[in-house]
């Protein structure tokens, strides 16, 4: 199969944004948007479609199964990592940008350091010891996946860099926090819940079906609602 | 003040064990924490908690270590690993790492090389499920001024002279702009993945770079040779992706489609661990039943696996079968092969994780330390862990704010032509099954290729030398033309380059493993 990737482009320091296009082929049927651009980025020289001399293609990548979180991008406009993107499920052409609610550092790369600024802001630690219990543990294990690729805050109706809402990122380790948090310490980690999630969330969901960690967020944020707001039980 | 190169398992530990002590330190690493390597492991962590009624002790999970790594990991490094595994595993569940349990206690599932359940496990993503309760618990120290993370940086350098490390030369990946930085510096950078590209399990992050500039400027490298083949892993795109051995551990079997019969070889042969042999024995058992004319593949058996363990237990490794096979394997079975998945080899560390250079320590994968000639499954986090801490408790203080700079630039890439024709003759010199004349091919087709000046090709070949020197056989290191372990051999290979008008000279050198001390003894 050939296909051609269209990729919104731009250097470092520069602000200029501009679209290249390259030429890919191959056979493997599970071939991905992260193998295609692996490959082109080995090709020597490095010609893009109109046989020009490139730069290499900048972008991040790490573990290429889905659990790092480090090659998320806007594939055909929509949030997913690179490595869950298979090309044969696409068309015969694919647009590749940057995410947007991050500053673009360099082509396909994004500084994500306002995600973790913000877990670090809403002071999301243990100050005491956790209270983990076997009937929480499949919770526990779901709010522990989060891979802070940034893919839901990408689609998310509230979300924007900098708000005191801070999205479904700092939700989902936030709610292993609310269920395992001592009872002294319940109450710091209930009311950053509320005034960091739960008061700025429309309940969209749409984090729910964009997450390429498949995390159910909607039953990891039903049980922190119940917990933090409503004051009911843990489970 | 003290640097981490690298912010997985091993250097997280290292330094929340520094600040925990009010030591400030800076976590350098190419990406956030949340794309290390340790993300990806899967089946487990042992400690003898003994919390299944079995009547482990620390003192038999030394025993199948050593044994598990055929006698060659430092007696008294693995007695201390071991002794301190259970406090670990409680240090973890006070962090509130998401845990399988039972009550209160910890499960603990079967893994391989060990009679007894010792593998604690968060369903087949142990490593994820860690890695985010230590990734908050250092937050806490980032937030104290304790930590200072420099993420999206790279190592370039260490400034090494007179068998004294002062500091080390980071540079930005985001704008290329270099930084030299003063004080002890602790490695704890991973594996050698990156010679093996598109070959092994890990990340495309672990390129080996680091490990190549240690050896360049002096640093001891031990146990090169010794390259696990893990043996269930599938083909995807771009790499290898592990089916992790929690899948034998909860009733996965192996068999062999021979004349349209299904042959559990491992059973057959090995009737007490059968599937749950040391990694090292399955892989080979596995490789040499594939090639046999009559064999159509090997393949992992998991239908006779409960609906509550695939649920409980399992239902990550399952989903990932789906994905990627199209295969359920609560009905299907999976074709499998082994392939690379981790280094026992790496830098030559002391009990303490010191390196041959005064106010150099490295921990984790990129150290050779605990596994001898082949880690058992679930000493890797283990080994990672207490590594990190043990490094970070014994560095000294360095105060220094300026680094001495080495004087000379080190040649440390290779073009990709070049880089490729590299990997392609270490993976043909360095399989699971080796012999004199294959590695001499990989030898002479490197020297083929350029000089010594290059740091990368000068580190290629002390692999394959090390695995050229060691003439017998023993763990992951298998010489059909050698096939007998010999005890002459029961020593530490040491590698050490020297650089002379430009060129590196790499030495191969065998030294004895220490004897266990009366302290260290049980």
Redesign the interface.
């Known amino acids: 199969m050939k296909i051609r990737l269209d990729i919104l482009r731009k250097k470092f320091n520069e602000d200029k944004q501009y679209t290249q296009s390259f030429e890919y082929e191959y056979s493997d049927a599970g071939a991905t948007v992260a193998a295609a651009l692996c490959d082109i980025n080995k090709r020597e020289p490095l010609l893009d479609i109109n046989k020009a001399p490139s730069e290499p293609i900048r972008w991040e990548c790490s573990c290429l199964q889905k659990k790092c979180g480090a090659c998320a991008m806007l594939i055909n406009g929509y949030p997913g990592l690179a490595c869950d993107a298979k090309l044969s499920e696409y068309g015969d052409t694919i647009s590749l940008a940057p995410l947007k609610k991050f500053p673009q550092i360099a082509d396909l790369i994004v500084d994500r350091q306002s995600i973790f600024d913000s877990l670090k802001q809403i002071e999301l630690w243990f100050n005491e010891n956790a209270q983990p219990n076997e009937k929480r543990a499949q919770l526990i294990h779901e709010a522990s996946r989060c891979l802070q690729c940034g893919c839901c805050l990408e689609v998310c109706p509230n979300f924007y860099a900098d708000g005191d809402f801070k999205g479904m990122a700092a939700a989902v380790p936030l709610s292993r926090l609310v269920s395992e948090a001592s009872e002294t310490e319940k109450k710091r980690i209930f009311a950053e819940y509320e005034k960091h999630f739960y008061a700025g969330c429309g309940k969209s969901l749409s984090c729910r079906d964009i997450c390429p960690a498949g995390i159910d967020t909607e039953y990891l944020m039903v049980n922190s609602n119940a917990a933090a707001v409503w004051k009911r039980k843990r489970r | 003040m003290i640097n981490i190169v690298g912010a997985g398992l091993a250097g997280l530990s290292a330094a929340i064990t520094a600040a925990q002590n009010g030591q400030e330190c800076r976590l350098i690493s190419k990406?956030?924490s949340?794309?290390?390597?340790s993300?990806?492991a899967e089946g487990g962590i042992n400690a003898a908690l003994d919390t299944m009624g079995e009547n482990d002790s620390p003192r038999e999970h030394f025993q199948d270590t050593m044994r598990g790594g055929v006698y060659l990991a430092d007696p008294n490094a693995v007695e201390r690993l071991t002794k301190n595994a259970p406090e670990i595993l409680l240090w973890l569940?006070?962090?509130?790492?998401?845990?399988?349990?039972?009550?209160?206690k910890l499960l603990l599932r079967k893994f391989g090389g060990q009679k007894k359940k010792r593998t604690a496990f968060?369903?087949s993503?142990t490593g994820?499920?860690i890695m985010?309760?230590l990734i908050?618990?250092a937050?806490?120290y980032?937030?104290r001024g304790l930590i200072h993370r420099y993420?999206?940086h790279e190592l370039c350098d260490l400034c090494i002279k007179n068998g004294r490390c002062s500091g080390l030369v980071i540079s930005d990946i985001?704008?290329?702009k270099i930084l030299p930085l003063g004080g002890a510096v602790i490695l704890a950078c991973g594996g050698l993945n990156g010679f093996f590209e598109g070959r092994t399990t890990g990340?495309?992050?672990n390129d080996g770079t680091a490990a190549v500039i240690a050896l360049a400027r002096g640093v001891e490298f031990a146990d090169l040779e010794f390259i696990q083949y893990h043996p269930t892993t599938i083909g995807?795109?771009?790499?290898r992706?592990l089916i992790s051995e929690a899948a034998r551990g909860e009733g996965g079997r192996l068999f062999a489609r021979i004349n349209g019969e299904r042959v559990y070889f491992m059973e057959e042969k090995y009737p007490e661990l059968g599937n749950l042999m040391p990694r090292d024995i399955v892989s080979r058992e596995s490789y040499m039943i594939k090639n046999r004319a009559d064999c159509d593949g090997v393949f992992l058996d998991m239908t006779s696996i409960s609906e509550d363990v695939w649920s409980g237990k399992l239902s990550d490794l399952r989903?990932e079968c789906i994905y990627?096979l199209s295969l359920d394997p609560a009905k299907e079975y999976i074709p499998v092969e082994p392939a690379i998945h981790y280094f026992m080899g790496g830098i030559n560390t002391d009990i303490d994780h010191k390196t041959n250079i005064e106010g150099l320590y490295a921990a984790g994968e990129c150290a050779a330390q605990y596994h001898g000639a082949n880690r058992l499954g679930g000493n890797s986090m283990l080994g990672a862990l207490y590594g990190g801490k043990t490094a970070a408790l014994n560095i000294p203080h360095i105060n220094e704010d300026i680094p001495e700079l080495p004087d000379d630039k080190l040649n440390l890439t290779l073009?990709?032509?070049i880089e490729?024709e590299t990997e392609k003759a270490l993976y043909d010199g360095l399989g699971i099954v080796r012999n004199e004349k294959n590695i001499l091919g990989s030898l002479e087709r490197l020297e083929k290729l350029g000089d010594n000046t290059n740091a990368r090709l000068a580190f290629a070949k002390a692999i394959l030398k090390c695995a050229l020197e060691r003439r017998e056989s023993r763990g992951a290191h298998f010489r059909e033309d050698n096939p007998e372990t010999k005890e002459i051999f029961k020593k530490t290979t040491i590698v050490k380059a020297e650089r002379k008008n430009g060129e590196y000279i790499t030495d191969i050198s065998f030294r004895d493993i220490a004897e266990k001390t009366n302290e260290n003894k049980a």
């Open positions: 990406q956030p949340e794309r290390a390597q993300v990806l569940s006070r962090l509130g790492t998401g845990f399988n349990m039972q009550g209160d968060a369903k993503s994820k499920i985010t309760a908050d618990e937050r806490k980032e937030a993420p999206h985001y704008s290329g990340t495309t992050q995807i795109s771009g790499k992706c989903k990627y073009s990709p032509d490729e």
